[in-house]
């Protein structure tokens, strides 16, 4: 048995003449680092899509941006489909995590409205919508752009009801909290899109800001 083995996995060292312990880093498992490479290539294929857009959109772009070999990256992902599907998938599953713990992390007192909006805006001025976007439209499978629009539409929909539900728990009506979040995101949306030819910041802060207090009057007009 060596000396790495009696100490439990640690190194001797020697510090001012005595023995002392140095913590051997523990190893990966072959899981973990799968894992890791798998999601170093997902975020590669974020970035690529995001500087290049879906048609000039290609692997070993990916694998170099990943630093991985095409073996590796092939091993993962055999085609450029799954790769894409994969990657948005990534992006959608963030995104849905972090809306739904904001709207879980509502409480009593807090800005109800400000944080829809915020959320809204979050994800619809993100690289997620805007890749989503560029993707739907470059596709030319219906197969594939139905399949990737079926993914989206399963990790946006549960982010929403967590916000209407949340809505309704601070005493909004059905309703209310139904029309409210449909035309919010409507014209989040809206914005976001407008902003691909003319991106006026101050201009939609002052909209979302008109639009919160015709919201405000309407919640008003309801209870």
Known sequence: MSLVERTGGERPGRRNGGLVRVRRAKRRTQAERTEET???????????????????????DVAKAAGVSRGAQLHH????????????????HNVLETSCSRALAIKKGDDLLEKVI????????????????????????KRFREQLMDMVRNARLPAEQAWRQALIAHGMPKQTADDVLWLTLGLVRGLAVRMLWQNEPARFDRLLGLWRRIIEDYIGKTR
Do not use: C, P, Q
């Open 38 to 60: 798998r999601t170093r290539v997902l975020d590669a294929a974020v970035e690529v899509l995001r500087k290049k857009g879906y048609a000039h959109f290609r692997t070993a």
């Open 118 to 141: 915020d959320d809204a805006r979050e994800f619809f001025f993100s690289t997620a919508f805007f890749i989503s976007l560029d993707i739907a439209t470059s596709i030319n499978s």
């Open 77 to 92: 992902f055999r085609t450029k489909e799954k790769l894409v599907y994969a990657t948005m998938e990534h992006v959608f």
